[in-house]
């Protein structure tokens, strides 16, 4: 599976209320192989959105954000499509655009559950290198000050 056969199963739930419906009726279409690929896709993707500027517009949104819940807000970045989290991995205060959070924890196990029930083993996963810390510069996501200088249009929407 290419990058883009996995942008093209994401994109199409991308405007649901419910896109982990969608993305599950999309893999159970695919093979167990094809499934484990995407899943190395969603994983690498995971990860370069590991980054202090998006933890910070997750913090900004949705009024604060543990480590839980920026692995669901960035498994809900994924499920927005290419297009969101590519202008997001840029520039995250694009978010604003969306106007809402972001977070869907739910999307981030799909792929695993229909491999299970495929094969009744668990998804096997590929060695994908880890990023140990987020990267990009850190701050302090209570500093209302220095969130209106890097996230001005989030702050406006959401402070």
């Not at 991995?89 to 799909?110: M, Q, T």
Request: hydrophobic fraction near 35%.
């Amino acid at each position: 599976m290419t990058r883009d056969e996995f942008w093209a199963i994401i994109d199409k739930g991308k405007s649901s209320e419910e896109p982990e419906l969608i993305l599950e009726q999309e893999l159970k279409q695919l093979s167990p192989a094809s499934i484990v690929d995407f899943q190395e896709h969603f994983d690498t993707l995971f990860d370069q959105a590991y980054a202090w500027p998006l933890w910070g517009a997750a913090y900004i949104i949705g009024g604060g954000c543990s480590d839980d819940g920026f692995i669901d807000f960035r498994d809900g970045l994924i499920s927005r499509g290419k297009e969101v989290y590519e202008k997001a991995l840029k520039d995250p205060d694009s978010l604003a655009n969306i106007g809402e959070e972001i977070e869907n924890e739910s999307f981030g196990y799909v792929a695993a559950q229909v491999y299970e029930n495929q094969t009744e083993t668990e998804l096997p996963y590929r060695p994908v290198p880890r990023i140990p810390d987020p990267t990009g510069d850190d701050w302090d996501f209570d500093d209302e000050e220095e969130n209106r200088k890097r996230l001005p249009k989030l702050m406006d929407l959401f402070w």
